[in-house]
């Protein structure tokens, strides 16, 4: 993990060429790009927001303020961290990209030099991040790339017990994903798993053409805030919930058979957690899951 501390001077002279305050729009987003050289990369997920009526209606459906403390992932150019720092919010913004790292501070003081000082920024992949400097971080707010945004958002919700609430924007598919509910057809690992630490919800979709490069797929958002989790070691469950979805056709007492040692055993567990074996995975909610591995934990499979 790298804490920004300073820019260097060509930096500082490139940014200054872009005289505009407030927040990004398509021209400013290309300029800064431009400057850097910057081909935006699928690897990377880097689709950029360039409509400023977009960044504030993430920042309004968040309901972040001055009180918060703002986790960031992978903020690009600044579009959506000019739009939260506008609401008094210190804002920690974590981008892998070390151009785009560097640069962030220097766009933040030229268009909104009065919100600098609640601005830090560190170069870090976010799956690798154990700890940020500051104040614990009470809100995730962010674009997540496409292709990381759930595991990204777990790890944070596993590893910052302080992030209490959050808005992401993921890919529509993966909003639908992660807010889904048991015995609808798209439950599964995300969803079951995300009830785990939170409440999910869907709050809204965002269309294509507010991005750049254009996105050849919807986005949705996802609100969520911290639930108690239930009783159950996280670890322990969440292996039976990959094991529950590996086979969704399967009933669980099929589908459990190896994790339990046979299909008896499997058999015998669900009935010792109240659990029906001839059910399938996506009938559990995350509660049955972490009784059905409390059960295993405790030798309830004879």
């Given at each position: ?37 910057l081909r935006p990369t699928k690897r990377l997920g880097q689709n950029f927001v360039i ?153 809204g979709a965002v269309g294509r053409k507010v991005f750049w490069p254009e996105p050849n ?86």
């Open positions: 993990m790298a804490l920004l501390q300073s820019v260097p001077l060509t930096h500082r002279l490139t940014v200054a060429t872009v005289s505009a305050t407030g927040l990004l729009g398509p021209a400013e987003i290309r300029e800064l790009a431009g400057r850097l050289e409509d400023p009526n977009t960044v504030r209606r993430i920042v309004r459906t968040a309901e972040v303020s001055s009180a918060d403390v703002i986790l960031e992932i992978g903020p690009g150019l600044g579009s959506l961290t000019l739009g939260l720092l506008e609401t008094g919010a210190q804002v920690v913004a974590v981008e892998v990209d070390e151009r785009l790292a560097t640069l962030l501070p220097e766009t933040v003081g030229v268009r909104m030099p009065e919100a600098l000082q609640r601005l830090t920024v560190v170069t870090a992949d976010a799956l690798a991040l154990l700890e940020i400097p500051g104040p614990p971080p009470t809100v995730v707010v962010a674009n997540l790339p496409y292709n990381i945004s759930v595991p990204v958002l777990l790890t944070l919700l596993q590893r910052f017990e302080s992030l209490q609430r959050g808005l992401v924007m993921v890919q529509a598919e993966v909003a639908d994903r992660i807010t889904a509910v048991p015995g609808s057809r798209i439950y599964g690992i995300p969803s079951a798993k995300m009830a785990w630490y939170a409440q999910a919800r869907r709050v797929v919807d986005s949705g958002l996802v609100a969520f805030s911290r639930r108690v989790s239930p009783p159950g070691d996280r670890a322990a469950t969440f292996t039976l919930i990959d094991a529950a979805f590996a086979q969704r056709r399967k009933t669980l007492r099929a589908a459990l058979a190896q994790w339990a040692g046979s299909p008896a055993n499997a058999e015998a567990l669900c009935r010792a957690a109240a659990v029906d074996p001839g059910a399938r995975g996506e009938a559990l909610d995350v509660t049955d899951f972490a009784r059905l591995a409390l059960a295993h934990g405790d030798g309830a499979s004879i």
